[in-house]
């Protein structure tokens, strides 16, 4: 079992950076292949991005590709989300999530431990 939190969401201007973390308690975090989604009103949450345990295999969805990566740092149990050259499509909640499955999880169905999300908006 683990407990999730994010942080580091806040107001940034379109073209604009932000790094969000997503820190971890519980059992070890290096058991769980981690991901970021995010969920703007009226929609879908959707899939962002991916990382194995280790943290040497990544995948990016195609609307982020170039823009943001993800990266973890197991001795921290913590899990982050770089974003750069942000966009108002960009506005969101996001949420990290965590799986017991044994390598990359790109689908919402395949998390099993979710935080509460932080809130990303990006202004024109």
């Known amino acids: 079992q683990v407990q999730l939190v994010e942080s580091g969401g806040e107001l940034v201007q379109a073209g604009g950076s932000l790094r969000l973390s997503c820190g971890a308690s519980?059992?070890?975090?290096?058991?769980?292949?981690k991901g970021w989604f995010r969920q703007a009103p009226g929609k879908e949450r959707e899939f962002v991005a991916a990382i194995s345990r280790s943290g040497a295999v990544t995948y990016c969805a195609d609307s982020v590709k170039g823009r943001f990566s993800i990266s973890r740092d197991n001795a921290k149990n913590t899990m982050y989300l770089q974003m750069n050259r942000l966009r108002p499509e960009d506005t969101a909640v996001y949420y990290c999530?965590?799986?017991?499955?044994?390598?990359?999880?790109?689908?919402?169905?395949?998390?099993?431990?979710w935080g509460q999300g932080t809130q990303v908006t990006v202004s024109s």
């Open positions: 999530a965590a799986s017991l499955a044994t390598g990359l999880v790109l689908t919402r169905g395949g998390y099993d431990y």
């Open positions: 519980g059992r070890t975090s290096s058991s769980y292949a």
